[in-house]
């Protein structure tokens, strides 16, 4: 059974850079159907894509924070990487690691990380 | 302000059918993308609900089915049991800002 585990600092400080890493169990990240993606969700609101990275490393960002993200992948590892830079409190969220499909759907969710931006 | 629009909240007695509609534009639902929607149970990570407009994964009840047309969608769920309780989120994708992925803003479900 694929599963999915987010792992990373719960703790930025404003203007420093977020770093999560998703390590997937279970299933290959090397697949040739499914992407890799980030989604958050700050405290009481709803669902945000982040962004989304395929096997061979080509990505796609959410446009509102393209300038900032940058999502990589390690298929040694089986790990697929977030980096957000130049944080802010309204980045504060529970960030999700997903396998993602077009067809269908994110499928598979890692259980979330609560990252906080605070001094 | 979400791309896609759900009403915020819903509710239901046990037993009852309710509904949650799902409403988007040219750019998204209405340019023939797939609609999945997404049920979160209180201090849960989503689960997907249904995938490609109108298919159940494996072990979801077919209490809960959906429907595409146009530009909305909706999610039907019948037999309203207490488990139900939680918040539902449509999700696509859309043209105009390069094929990302867009979710609705969530509608909390209560069971009264």
């Known amino acids: 059974q694929l599963q999915l585990q987010e792992s990373g600092p719960g703790l930025v400080k404003p203007s420093e850079t977020l770093s999560l890493t998703c390590t997937v169990s279970g299933g290959s990240i090397s697949s040739t159907i499914y992407y890799w993606g980030w989604i958050r969700q700050p405290p009481g609101k709803g669902l945000e894509w982040v962004g989304s990275?395929?096997?061979?490393?080509?990505?796609y960002y959410n446009a509102s924070l393209k300038s900032r993200v940058t999502i990589s992948v390690d298929t040694s590892k089986n790990q697929f990487s977030l980096k957000l830079s130049s944080v802010t409190a309204a980045d504060t969220a529970i960030y999700y690691c997903?396998?993602?499909?077009?067809?269908?759907?994110?499928?598979?969710w890692g259980q979330g990380a609560l990252v906080t931006v605070s001094s | 302000q979400s791309v896609l629009t759900q009403p915020p909240s819903v509710s239901g007695a046990p037993g009852q059918r309710v509904t949650i509609s799902c409403t988007g534009s040219?750019?998204?639902?209405?340019?023939?993308?797939?609609v999945h929607w997404y049920q979160q149970l209180p201090g849960t990570a989503p689960k997907l609900l249904i995938y490609?407009?109108?298919n159940r994964p494996s072990g979801v009840p077919d209490r809960f089915s959906a429907s595409k047309s146009g530009t909305s969608a909706s999610l039907a769920i019948t037999g309203l049991q207490a488990e139900d309780e939680a918040d539902y989120y449509c999700?696509?994708?859309?043209?105009?800002?390069?094929?990302?992925?867009?979710f609705g803003g969530g509608t909390k479900l209560t069971v009264l």
């Open positions: 990275i395929y096997y061979n490393g080509n990505t």
């Open positions: 999700q696509s994708y859309d043209t105009s800002l390069s094929g990302s992925w867009v």
């Open positions: 040219s750019s998204n639902i209405g340019a023939a993308y797939d």
């Open positions: 490609g407009n109108t």
């Open positions: 997903a396998r993602l499909g077009y067809l269908e759907g994110a499928t598979s």
